[in-house]
């Protein structure tokens, strides 16, 4: 499981799935600093709405 799992509810499986298959498919499109920076900025985006009772994904506008 890679980094990017962690970081979804298990309740947004579709979402989640659909995340992975991108990850997979830009696998290597993107420079290492870049993916720090989108996993730093995914964690942080994540923990921001755990602690307001939001959901990170499916974000709704509102929260976004």
Known sequence: MNAMHSLIPVASFGV???LAEYANQA???FA??????IATDT?????????????ALPASPDTM
């Not at 290492?32 to 920076?37: D, I, P, V, Y």
């Open 16 to 18: 989640r799935a659909n």
């Open 27 to 29: 696998e290597g499109a």
């Open 32 to 37: 290492e600093n870049t993916q720090r920076a």
């Open 43 to 55: 964690r942080l985006f994540s923990d921001w709405c755990q602690e307001r009772g939001l959901s």
